[in-house]
């Protein structure tokens, strides 16, 4: 029996590239974004507030990326009646010191099985930010690729 155990983590260079092509996707749509990057241990670990992103959503972004990583789900799964006054989960918003989003735009990030990390991303629609932060994902899964491909 180990006392530890190894814990993959999302590194400040893939979270710059999913932060670069969530960017790269907003401008496309013509929104500027909020566009936070947490790792395995729920920590921020890159922050971008691209120009008129609503400054009101800076801490939302954040904590979707928190509670898409702490939960290993995308945050539009709490989309539903069970989360709605009445419902078996509702209050869950409140846990986590109000840290816990029940809003879609946080995707976890998964490398080999393992949550290594999660992107979140505010300021348009629900649907508007989880499309941005797809993009931020599908390209750190592009750079893991990428990296396996060369050490062969």
Request: proline residues 5%; positive net charge.
């Amino acid at each position: 029996m180990s006392a530890t155990r190894p814990l993959p983590t999302l590194s400040l260079e893939a979270a710059k590239v999913a932060s670069d092509a969530a960017q790269e996707k907003a401008r496309l749509m013509g929104i500027d974004f909020n566009i936070a990057l947490v790792d395995s241990t729920l920590h921020l670990l890159h922050f971008t507030r691209m120009p008129a992103a609503k400054l009101t959503s800076i801490q939302t972004a954040i904590d979707k990326a928190f509670t898409a990583a702490g939960h290993r789900v995308p945050t539009s799964t709490y989309s539903g009646k069970n989360f709605l006054p009445g419902g078996p989960a509702y209050g869950i918003h409140n846990s986590n010191g109000g840290r816990f989003m029940l809003i879609g735009g946080g995707i976890p990030i998964t490398i080999d099985g393992q949550v290594v990390g999660a992107i979140g991303v505010s300021t348009g629609t629900p649907a508007q930010d989880a499309e941005v932060a797809e993009a931020g994902v599908q390209a750190v899964m592009k750079l893991v690729e990428r990296q396996r491909r060369a050490k062969l």
